[in-house]
Each structure stands twice: as C-alpha cells, then as structure tokens.
C-alpha cells in the first residue's frame, strides 16, 4: 500500500530534550516536506527537500533540523525543543514537482512543557 | 512573496444547499492552485486543482473557478452531504517557486441536518 508513515503519532516531552521525528514514503517520491498546523493559522512549511542531500528552508525553519540521506526518508529534528514548537506536525511526499498531488502523513501531535 | 487569504474561517450550511470558499492569492505569476480537505483527525487530501490555463475544473459536485485578472479562486461544493463537512484549504504555487506551496488559513465547513 502506498503511504507515507509518521513515528512517533504522539509525543509529550520537556523544554530542551532533543527529539526526532521520523517520516518515510515508499512511493519512490522526490519531494518531501514538514509541515506544523496550527489553529488559525492553517499549514506552515518547515523544511523541504527535493531529492537526497537538497533540502531547503520553509517559512518557519528557526528550531528546526531535517536530513535526506535517502530517498525514502525525511526525519525533522527538534535539538532543544521549547513550548511553542507545541503543534501538530505533517510529513508530506510528492512525486517530483510542486504541482503534483501531495501525500500526507497521518500526523504527529507534540506538546513540549 | 506569495499570499494567500481564504474566506470565511468558518460556513454553515443546510444539508443539500452550495457552500462556496475562496482564496485570493498576491503573486500574479502563481500557476497552480489545489485544494485539500482534512476530515477531523485525519490529515489532508488533495480534491481537486487547477491550473492557470484553464478558468474552472469539475469533478462531480466539486468545482474550482479561477479568476487570474482578479486573483482569486474558489471552491464550489453543491448539494451537500453530512460527510463535507471538513476543514478545507486553498493553496497557491508558481512554477520556478523551488517546491512551495503557501496555504490558506483554512475553512471549516458545517453541514447543517
């Protein structure tokens, strides 16, 4: 089954403890994504990647760290996570450009105190 | 760079009548315009898209209408059913804009019994 996968769904943790994300697709998509969604404030982008070893910052990367060591998978990485890093975090691949359908993860709900 | 408004926050209608959201987007150079709809807890689906070559896209009781002179586009659901209700939300991308989508805020739409 096609799918894009999201470890761990939910995560409570404290101020300044590193935590990492995990994120992969087995559609053999080039693009991958981060995304936080906030109430009101719709979808944001963190980071983005276009293939392995190209990522690129979104609109809100400050706090945030990604890799693309392969193609599969895209972890987002918190190094000192703070409360208002507190949101719901979506993974997103697409197949190659930006006008190509985008397939979202099932989520990750963080709440950092 | 882009922006992207969407109205209203939030639409109530009566089961069977038409609900119509719409976007209007900044960047006169963006070309392509989806809409995406996250049921409660689930994550977002892509409905439908258009492109900016065409003016209105139909896909059984969806429709997208896009209005480049005025630089907006919208989202028209007719008789609607219990399972629309959902947040929606419009997006806007330009063809050399390296993979970024810029969402709207959302709208939540009741559908009413």
């Known amino acids: 089954e096609a799918q894009v996968t999201q470890n761990p769904r939910y995560l409570i943790t404290v101020t300044g403890k590193k935590l990492t994300v995990t994120c992969s697709q087995n559609?053999?998509?080039?693009?991958m994504s981060w995304y936080r969604q906030d109430p009101g404030l719709g979808l944001r982008q963190i980071y983005y990647?276009?293939?392995?070893?190209?990522?690129d910052k979104g609109d809100v990367p400050e706090g945030y760290k990604v890799s693309r060591k392969e193609k599969r998978n895209f972890p987002l990485i918190l190094e000192s996570p703070s409360p208002n890093q507190t949101s719901l975090y979506f993974c997103a691949s697409s197949s190659g450009q930006i006008a190509y359908e985008q397939y979202f993860g099932p989520g990750t709900r963080l709440t950092v105190t | 760079g882009e922006n992207v408004e969407q109205h209203p926050s939030t639409l109530s209608v009566q089961e069977g009548d038409s609900a119509v959201i719409k976007c209007t987007y900044s960047d006169s150079a963006s070309n392509y315009f989806p809409w995406y709809k996250q049921e409660l807890g689930k994550r977002p689906q892509l409905i439908i898209d258009i492109r900016s070559n065409v003016g209105e896209k139909k896909d059984q009781r969806i429709a997208v209408t896009l209005n480049k002179t005025a630089k907006h586009f919208s989202l028209h659901i007719t008789e609607t059913q219990p399972e629309d209700s959902a947040v929606y939300f419009c997006a806007a991308s330009r063809w050399d804009s390296n993979y970024q989508l810029i969402w709207g805020a959302g709208t939540k739409l009741i559908i009413k019994p």
């Open positions: 990647s276009m293939n392995v070893e190209v990522t």
């Open positions: 559609m053999n998509h080039e693009y």
